[in-house]
């Protein structure tokens, strides 16, 4: 079991999706896009941040072969009320199949905003559901899932994005979805290891609406100064009889988001190398770009013998969302 440390190719033409170009309603950020292969097209879900600070599920589609022509289709889902869990922003849109029905699940922020903190401001996690994909209507025991499930972190209510729920099949009968998870547990203070604290975690369920059996999977490494702060956002997929997983850390090197790799054999206990960049995977390039100073929220989905990856940069989708793509010889089809 080892990494594969991925060599990523990224696109010249990134971002491929930028702030603004779907119109007023994501003038203002493209981020913690979800890619859906579908019918030859790639439906790419996105939170699209307007002028006035609202967050919205959205929607651009794309041919699977030419990957960066996306149209839009605009807001599928809209902020709640004001007195609302979810009244300022729908982030981390994760939506997935059981059996013909779509479900979604997102990340809500009140109106209060971040006032309480990162560990208590958001109230939990809201569901939607669909029969295309297209058309959604919340669920009405929204916010479904919140982030008290752990006696280590008291009074914490935050629970945050990652991938879009893992089908694992436990035996010929039984069938588990995974839900992999951000923790957010930092506390107000000016040292960003204590402010910025968040974790990735895993909850169980069998069909989609009902999550139990919470656990940690990820947490920070003290002795790595780009994630000595943060390992979370986990997306999951499966490699074989391995779990593969790229993740988002912060550390003190950067001060901000890059994207890591992780393998595991069971997807609980994860193997991230042997130290120092080992495990580093999509880098800040360090100028004026798009994605100089942060990298965060991909989103994967397998191409013949490479996979791609979807992602943000710079100011937490304020510069859009760009692509790449990495060989994966040794991986059969």
């Known amino acids: 079991m080892d990494l594969i440390r991925f ?77 609302e869990f979810d009244a300022l922003w729908m982030v981390c849109p994760r939506p997935f199949l059981v059996g013909d029905t779509w479900y979604m699940i997102y990340t809500g922020l009140p109106s209060t905003g971040w006032s309480r903190g990162l560990s208590r401001s958001i109230e ?32 914490n209510t935050s629970i945050g994005g990652g991938g879009p729920p893992l089908r694992v099949a436990d035996d010929d009968v039984t069938v588990t979805y995974r839900l992999y998870c951000s923790l957010p547990v930092g506390r107000p203070s000016d040292d960003l290891r204590v402010n910025q604290e968040k974790l990735a975690i895993v909850g169980h369920s069998t069909d989609g609406l009902q999550w139990t ?32 997983c790229l993740h988002c850390c912060i550390g003190t090197r950067w001060g901000a988001y890059s994207i890591a790799e992780a393998v595991s054999r069971d997807g609980y206990h994860w193997y ?30 397998r191409e013949g013998g490479q996979l791609r990856v979807f992602y943000n940069g710079n100011g937490y989708g304020s510069t859009g969302i760009g692509t790449a793509v990495a060989d994966l010889p040794h991986l059969s089809d």
Request: hydrophobic letters at 30%; glycine letters at 12%; aromatic letters at 10%.
């Open 7 to 83: 060599k990523w190719k990224r696109d010249p033409d990134n971002p491929v999706i930028r702030p603004g170009s779907g119109g007023a309603y994501n003038s203002t950020a493209c981020m913690t896009p979800v890619v859906v292969p579908r019918d030859g097209e790639y439906w790419l879900y996105y939170a699209g941040g307007d002028s006035e600070n609202k967050r919205r599920v959205c929607l651009a589609i794309a041919p699977q072969d030419r990957p960066t022509e996306f149209k839009h289709v605009g807001p599928i889902l809209d902020v709640g009320a004001q007195d």
């Open 124 to 155: 939990g996690l809201g569901m939607a559901v669909s029969d295309d994909g297209l058309n959604w209507r919340k669920l009405g025991m929204n916010p479904t899932l919140t982030g008290d499930h752990f006696e280590e972190y008291p009074g």
């Open 213 to 244: 059996d919470f656990r940690i999977v990820m947490r920070r490494r003290p002795e790595i100064p780009r994630e000595d702060c943060a390992a979370n956002y986990p997306v999951v997929w499966r490699d074989g009889e391995l779990f593969r």
């Open 272 to 301: 991230r190398g042997e130290g120092g960049d080992d495990n580093l995977s999509i880098a800040p390039t360090e100028d004026d770009s798009w994605e100089g100073r942060m990298t965060c929220y991909p989103t994967v989905v």
